[in-house]
């Protein structure tokens, strides 16, 4: 509980440091510069690399798009819920639509613009900052990893479960920088606040398992995850 309480503070001090750094005006030369390295010199509209990647990189961005986040969502809480883990299907659905809003909110009270220095690559409509898909990735699938990670036996097992889940969160985040649809900043600051919702969400439910408010069964196993 000590190692996550420090990751929620390290990733709420990243996240602050990012916001005032994005508000007082300082990283437009680091978001310009990264998002024209990824674009051909002589034509901003076309990505660096084969004309393949870009339509992996729109693949992955789904991952993090409202739809299959949806469909992840009900599935998961549907399934724990006819399992009977009542504490952990709380924990997903509490911990992925508070983070919703909470993005949403922070987007509307940050009201920074899209990167118009690059061609957008997908359709997109909302605010920038933070990155949505980058922080609900995060939450989702971080949780759902700890949440799978507990049936393994072996701690190889578990690794490998929470590593997919964080090679797939950065790869998301990473498809909207390369998609033009994001600065840097906003993702960084999107998995910023993803790390520090999911682990604070989590901090919660071990403390209520503490006060006996939820199932020990389903925390416990969790926690081993």
Same mark, same amino acid.
């Given at each position: 509980m000590l190692v996550a309480a420090l990751g929620v503070? #390290? =990733?709420l001090l990243g996240f602050i440091k990012i916001a005032e750094e994005v508000l007082e005006g300082d990283m437009p030369d680091f978001d310009d510069w990264l998002l024209l390295l990824l674009r051909r010199p002589d034509n901003p509209h076309i990505p660096v690399g084969p004309q393949w990647?870009?339509? %992996? =990189?729109q693949d992955i961005t789904a991952l993090g798009g409202r739809t299959v986040l949806i469909i992840v969502i009900l599935s998961a809480v549907g399934y724990l819920a006819l399992e009977r883990r009542h504490g952990a299907m709380w924990l997903v659905a509490v911990a992925v639509g508070g983070g919703s809003l #909470?993005? $949403?909110? &922070? *987007?509307h009270l940050f009201a920074? @613009?899209?990167?118009d220095i690059v061609p957008h690559l997908v359709a997109v409509t909302s605010p920038g900052f933070p990155s949505g /898909?980058? &922080?609900l990735v995060g939450v989702l699938y971080l949780t759902l990893g700890a949440l799978l990670a507990r049936f393994a036996a072996r701690r190889r097992t578990k690794a490998y479960i929470l590593t997919v889940a964080i090679l797939v969160t950065f790869l %998301? @985040?990473?498809?909207?920088?390369? #998609? @033009? %649809? /994001?600065?840097? $900043?906003?993702? #960084? =600051?999107?998995?910023? =606040?993803g790390l520090a919702w999911a682990l604070g969400c989590w901090l919660v439910a071990r403390y209520l398992q503490y006060r006996g408010a939820v199932? *020990?069964?389903d925390l416990n196993e969790t926690a081993k995850g």
């Open positions: 503070l #390290l =990733a990647l870009i339509e %992996v =990189a #909470l993005s $949403t909110a &922070m *987007k920074r @613009g899209r990167p /898909h980058s &922080m %998301v @985040g990473s498809s909207r920088i390369y #998609l @033009g %649809v /994001h600065y840097p $900043t906003d993702v #960084l =600051a999107g998995w910023c =606040a199932e *020990k069964s």
